[in-house]
């Protein structure tokens, strides 16, 4: 594909319900990243993937949160028993091998909690 | 405690004006430095890169001060087109990850015809 794809773009979940969001990387992207941006903020690092495996998790703001991405291809991010705190744009990012300096966002999942 | 930190804006610009930007961040061991554009609505793009020499692409010029830990990024001749939010962008390698990039808050232009 052209750019990183994310699904679906809107989300609208009750409370207490769980979500999963989809992440699929530009073809051949070893590096796979997860943010969460909240209204007016910048995004904020959630996990950090190189392949299949999950180099960083130290952003992921609590034990409700999981990501994967077993193939090292495309990821998911799920979250347990929504709140309505988790409510932000959850995008996803990729980097080419060898190249540091640039990450590739897609267009992000805006996440409604009600 | 923030780690990167921008003047939220908004700047009011007319059309064809100059504007800078600055930012300050805390990580001094911090490695890579960069400046992304974001438009409403829209995800994050890499404008540029920001060296410690200075660099500059077309109407933009970056510039990184380690000394004081700022950023600057300056728009010669502003478009219309220039309006959206920039991101000050940082990589500290060993948090967030080999490469998990530490973002500001971003700052807000608008461009006025």
């Known amino acids: 594909g052209a750019g990183v794809s994310q699904s679906p773009r809107y989300k609208v979940a009750k409370r207490g319900q769980d979500v999963a969001l989809r992440c699929d990387p530009i073809?051949?992207?070893?590096?796979l990243f997860w943010y969460q941006q909240a209204l007016g903020q910048g995004p904020e690092f959630l996990t950090y993937f190189q392949n299949e495996a999950q180099l960083d998790k130290s952003g992921l703001p609590s034990d409700r949160f999981f990501a994967e991405r077993p193939e090292g291809s495309v990821s998911t991010l799920k979250i347990q028993r929504t709140q309505q705190e988790d409510s932000a744009v959850y995008l996803c990012?990729?980097?080419?091998?060898?190249?540091?300096?640039?990450?590739?966002f897609g267009p992000g999942t805006r996440l409604t909690v009600t | 405690r923030k780690e990167v930190e921008q003047d939220p804006g908004p700047f009011n610009v007319p059309e064809g004006a100059t504007v800078a930007f600055n930012c300050t961040y805390s990580n001094s061991a911090s490695q890579s430095f960069f400046w992304y554009r974001q438009d409403c609505r829209k995800e994050p793009k890499l404008l540029m890169s920001v060296y410690s020499s200075g660099n500059e692409d077309g109407r933009f010029t970056a510039q990184l001060n380690r000394a004081s830990q700022y950023i600057s990024l300056l728009i010669r001749d502003s478009k219309l087109s220039d309006s959206a939010t920039y991101l000050c962008v940082v990589n500290e390698k060993g948090q967030g990850g080999a490469d998990g990039l530490t973002f500001g808050k971003g700052t807000h232009l608008i461009i006025q015809p």
């Open positions: 990012a990729s980097q080419r091998p060898g190249e540091p300096m640039e990450q590739y």
């Open positions: 073809s051949g992207h070893v590096s």
